[in-house]
């Protein structure tokens, strides 16, 4: 069955040599949010993150995990969300809920939730591969301004971004980039009018308003032909997301057997140790006594 929505799209823009991705969540952000009790703000937050993160893992071909992770000192110190090769996605922050009140009404910007700090892209293959990374200050009012600035500082491919978050009962988040590929295929273009021809498709891209963006009733093939018509756009196949955690007993009892046995009869309450995922919010229950046997 089709949607429009919870997925990537990849497209490229066939006139004007440029390849993109839109991403759209519905369901698997509302999943994410859930049980956390976010403000605004780092609701909204969390879900152009999630989008951003498959937005750029989208453009990819790894066979893993990539991650993308925020660090500040600001009122939301942490935002990690990660999107596997086979679409389970996930996200959470860390905040500081009074600080984030404080705020008040701008409080969703980068700066006033973020403070300084700095944001990463990890891809993780799996033990015997090498993890690439990279890292880059925070720099821009907004997410979609703090990643573009990573790209023209970091990357060899000129790109551009767009991100979109809506929260509330029905909470949806979009992404939608443009990455100009190298020279070949533009004909007899010089560089000059390659460049020209760019810079159109960034004000195309930069007309769609938040709305289109994150209207369900919108088709994505739809939307991405509204914009980019002229120059002949063509969509391939659609891959879907899902909210997934990866978190497990297993993984919880090899993190607690890494504590030394003090520390672990420490973490008990009435005789008890209760481990909360991060990112799902589901609890693990442990008997000190049987934990130590």
Known sequence: MSTTTDLIQPFQIEGLNIRGRLVRLGATLARGLRGH????????????GMALA??????????????????????????????????DL???????????????????TVPRLFGAGHMAFTVDQGPNTERYQGVTELSGASLGDCAH?????SEQLDTALTLAARTGDAPSSAGLMLQRLPGAGMGDLDAEERDEQWRRAVILMASVT??????????????????????????????????????SRHRVVNTLRSFPAREVREMAEDGRITVTCEFCKADYLFDVDEFAA
Do not use: H, W
């Open 37 to 48: 009790d976010y403000p605004p703000p780092v609701a909204g937050m969390v879900g152009e």
């Open 90 to 108: 996930r996200g959470y922050a860390r905040f500081d809920a009074a600080a984030v009140a404080a705020a008040g009404d701008d409080g969703g």
């Open 210 to 247: 938040a709305d289109e963006l994150l209207d369900p009733g919108l088709d994505p093939n739809r939307l991405l032909f509204n914009l980019f018509n002229e120059d002949g756009v063509r969509v391939f196949e659609p891959r879907p997301l899902r909210f997934r955690c990866r978190c």
């Open 54 to 87: 498959a937005v750029l893992a989208g453009g990819l071909k790894y066979d893993g995990i990539f991650s993308f992770q925020i660090q500040g000192d600001g009122p939301l110190g942490l935002l990690v969300t990660d999107v596997t090769s086979g679409g």
């Open 149 to 153: 600035n990573y790209f023209r500082q």
